[in-house]
C-alpha cells in the first residue's frame, strides 16, 4: 500500500501529488515511472508512446495531480531552494547531476532523501534542501537531507527545470508526460502523478 511519511493533515490531491517522490514500497510494487509522449487523451484515460517504443494505456482520474514541468536556469536555485536532482555516481564520491528539478515551496520535503532511481544505469534521486552553492559559476551544489548530504555537480547542459500545479488543460496529444501509475488488481495501471513538460519541454526526471 501507500505510505505518507509527511503531509498527512494535506487535502486529498496535493498529498497524492507526493506519490512522486515520497512513496515507499512495502509488500506490493511500488507504481511504475512511464516516460514518453501522449498519443491519446479522453476524460478518463490516456495513451502514452513510451520511450520503449510501446503504446501505454493508462487511467486518468479527476483526482490525479498534473504538474507543468517547465524550463528555468541556474538563477532559480538559491541556498534553501528546495529540489531534487537525478545524478550518476562520480569516483571521487560526488554526484554528477542528470536533471535538477524546482519544487514549489508548498512541495517543501517531499520525497526528502536519496535513493536508487531508473533514468539511467546506476542513477540516484536525491530530494533536499540546498545548504550551499559553489564554485565560481554556482554549478556545485550541497543538498542536505534528514540523514546527510550529497555534493551535487551540475554540468552547464543539464536541463533545469521547475514545477508547476497544472490542471488538464496541459494534457494534449504530442505532450511529453512522466507518470507515475499504480497497477489495480485486474492488472490496468492508473495515473497518480502526472508531470507535462510545457512548451515541449521533456520532463527530464
Not at 493533515?9 to 512522486?20: H, K, V
Not at 487511467?59 to 517547465?70: M, Q, T
Not at 562520480?90 to 526528502?112: C, I, N, W, Y
Not at 536508487?116 to 554556482?138: C, F, H, K, R, Y
Request: aromatic share 6%.
Amino acid at each position: 500500500m501507500f505510505q505518507f511519511k509527511k503531509f498527512t493533515l494535506l487535502p486529498a490531491t496535493f498529498a497524492a501529488a507526493l506519490c512522486f517522490l515520497t512513496v515507499t514500497q512495502a509488500e506490493e510494487a511500488e507504481p511504475a515511472r512511464i516516460r514518453g509522449t501522449l498519443i491519446e487523451v479522453s476524460a478518463d484515460h490516456m495513451k502514452i508512446h513510451a520511450r520503449d517504443g510501446s503504446d501505454i494505456e493508462v487511467g486518468l482520474s479527476k483526482d490525479a495531480p498534473i504538474f507543468g514541468v517547465a524550463l528555468t536556469d541556474l538563477s532559480a536555485i538559491k541556498p534553501d531552494s528546495y529540489i531534487g536532482t537525478a545524478a550518476a555516481p562520480q569516483s571521487d564520491g560526488t554526484l554528477k547531476a542528470l536533471e535538477v528539478h524546482v519544487f514549489p515551496s508548498s512541495m517543501r520535503g517531499a520525497g526528502e532523501g536519496s535513493r536508487p532511481w531508473d533514468l539511467t544505469p546506476n542513477s540516484t534521486m536525491t530530494n533536499g534542501a540546498v545548504g550551499s552553492i559553489l564554485g565560481t559559476e554556482g554549478r556545485t551544489l550541497t543538498v542536505k537531507y534528514k540523514d546527510g548530504e550529497k555534493k551535487v555537480v551540475v554540468p552547464a547542459d543539464v536541463p533545469i527545470v521547475s514545477l508547476e500545479p497544472g490542471d488538464t488543460s496541459l494534457l494534449m496529444t504530442g505532450a511529453k508526460v512522466l507518470l507515475l501509475a499504480a497497477k489495480g488488481k485486474d492488472g490496468s495501471q492508473t495515473a497518480v502523478f502526472i508531470g507535462v513538460g510545457k512548451n515541449g519541454v521533456t520532463p527530464p526526471m
